[in-house]
């Protein structure tokens, strides 16, 4: 079996070591890059299985490494920044990365959440694993298997987690879903902090299906609750 590929993407030899060194105790294979041109090098020329970028790099910065990405690739990308405002993680998730850990950080804390992210990631990869089907509604077309959204025939482009939050409110119309329940089902995991994600996620959503701000056709909020999907 291909052992499992992580790209660590930083310009501090100091910090790509470091999350190196506790990313190889659990048995991953490593590849450095420190900067975002030799960053988009690695992934074009080998198989990553997923990706940790540093914000500002020479070069690329992780923001326009992660559009390159995600312009042909769906590898979990998880931001490692010194950028620690909220404007910088909002940026980053709309930009289409997974998830976001600001320096200093803690190494086991890394691990575990690039481990939760690859757990995601390998189930939606099995064919098998999720038999989930293509759904038609008002103009939208989503296929699971292709992983690819359209609207009156136009491609929507998506990052993997909008289209997950997507599939579930569309899969599940006449269920209201809160803040909590699509991060813990989308994200797979515990949810650790506020509301800010999803709301992000959902609101980029909104704008890539040509939502008005005060009419929403297809995702809808009920004010106190959480989301639904208008049929």
């Not at 020329?45 to 910065?61: C, F, G, K, N, Y």
């Amino acid at each position: 079996m291909r052992r499992i590929t992580i790209l660590i993407a930083d310009d501090e030899p100091e910090i790509a070591d470091l999350v190196a060194l506790h990313l190889q105790k659990e048995g991953y294979h490593i590849v450095k890059a420190a900067d975002g041109k030799a960053a988009m090098q690695a992934i074009q020329s080998q198989s990553i299985d997923l990706a940790i970028l540093d914000i500002m790099m020479p070069e690329l910065d992780g923001y326009e490494v992660t559009r390159k990405i995600r312009e042909q690739y769906h590898l979990p990308i998880i931001f490692l920044s010194a950028k620690t405002s909220d404007l910088d993680k909002i940026t980053g998730l709309v930009m289409g990365a997974d998830d976001y850990m600001t320096k200093p950080f803690n190494p086991m804390e890394l691990v575990a959440r690039v481990n939760s992210q690859l757990r995601r990631s390998m189930l939606f990869n099995q064919p098998t694993a999720l038999n989930r089907s293509v759904l038609e509604m008002g103009g939208l077309i989503i296929s699971p298997d292709q992983h690819t959204v359209t609207l009156y025939g136009e491609t929507v482009e998506l990052t993997p987690k909008e289209f997950d939050i997507l599939y579930l409110l569309a899969s599940h119309s006449k269920q209201v879903f809160s803040a909590e329940n699509i991060f813990q089902q989308v994200w797979g995991e515990a949810y650790y902090e506020s509301g800010n994600t999803v709301m992000v996620h959902i609101r980029t959503l909104r704008k890539k299906l040509g939502e008005d701000i005060n009419k929403n056709k297809f995702i809808k909020t009920i004010w106190g609750v959480g989301y639904t999907f208008n049929e």
